[in-house]
């Protein structure tokens, strides 16, 4: 079993940047893929970005294409997540999440493994 725990969230101007940080316990990142969600007030949980267990295969919502950057680093046990020119609309809570699985990490429901969560808030 996999604890997660994020950091880096904070309160940043439309433009600006953040990186979330996912820290991993009780089990090694290298055999489960990994995605951050997130969730804005009165809205469903969406997926952000996904990596596969290996660090190579990438997924990013077409809101975040070109922006947003997901990497793994096995040897810290962690995952990252590097937002660039941050909008208002990306305001959320961010969860990261690990899965077992090697498809279907663009879903919620293949993930076993949820962190608390960050609060992410964009000024206009």
């Known amino acids: 079993q996999v604890q997660l725990v994020e950091s880096g969230g904070g309160l940043v101007q439309a433009g600006g940047s953040l990186r979330l940080s996912c820290a991993a316990s009780?089990?090694?990142?290298?055999?489960?893929?990994m995605g951050w969600f997130r969730q804005a007030p009165g809205k469903d949980r969406e997926v952000v970005a996904a990596v596969g267990y290996s660090g190579t295969n990438k997924y990013y919502a077409d809101s975040v294409k070109g922006r947003f950057t997901i990497s793994k680093d096995i040897a810290k046990n962690m995952v990252v997540l590097q937002m660039n020119s941050l909008k208002p609309e990306d305001t959320g809570i961010y969860f990261c999440?690990?899965?077992?699985?090697?498809?279907?990490?663009?879903?919620?429901?293949?993930?076993?493994?949820w962190g608390q969560g960050t609060q992410v808030t964009v000024s206009p």
């Open positions: 009780g089990d090694s990142l290298s055999t489960y893929g």
């Open positions: 999440a690990a899965s077992s699985r090697y498809s279907g990490l663009d879903r919620q429901g293949s993930y076993s493994y």
